[in-house]
């Protein structure tokens, strides 16, 4: 019997592999939804591209296996991270205060990405989790 917290697991031949994960241990909490909100920073309407999950220096996971394809700084993600999962889809994890893995990194499910922080343009203690489809299916 497999237990599980979470996590999807699969059975293959003698190893277990995790399918897919959650982006922070224990309990989730969204803040804020994906969609058009009330920007509390622009004080004004925006789309709202991922879900913000609040995170007080946790450690932020993989939520499916893939590549690193960037792990970088910009003004309004603060540290993220870009995982190509190879199916057309990329995960981006934003406002890390610290990387833990590298461009170029194989990573699974579950593994470690980061370290949820308050880098970037936000206004809390958050990790913002986006989806994108990418040209590459």
């Known amino acids: 019997?497999?237990?599980n917290h979470g996590n999807f697991i699969i059975q293959s031949g003698l190893k277990q592999i995790k399918s897919v994960c959650l982006p922070l241990s224990g309990k989730l909490l969204v803040t804020s939804d994906f969609g058009v909100r009330f920007h509390p920073i622009l004080?004004?309407?925006?789309l709202h591209t991922g879900i913000d999950l609040k995170a007080d220096n946790e450690i932020v996971h993989a939520i499916a296996s893939g590549i690193i394809v960037r792990a970088d700084y910009d003004a309004r993600s603060g540290n993220f991270v870009v995982i190509?999962?190879?199916i057309g889809i990329e995960?981006?994890?934003c406002h890390l205060s610290k990387f833990l893995n590298k461009p170029g990194a194989i990573v699974l499910a579950g593994d470690e990405l980061g370290v949820s922080g308050e880098t970037g343009r936000q206004w809390g203690r958050i990790c913002i989790l986006q989806l994108k489809k990418t040209e590459n299916t």
């Open 1 to 3: 019997n497999l237990k």
């Open 91 to 93: 995960s981006i994890y």
């Open 84 to 86: 190509n999962h190879g």
């Open 43 to 46: 004080k004004r309407e925006s």
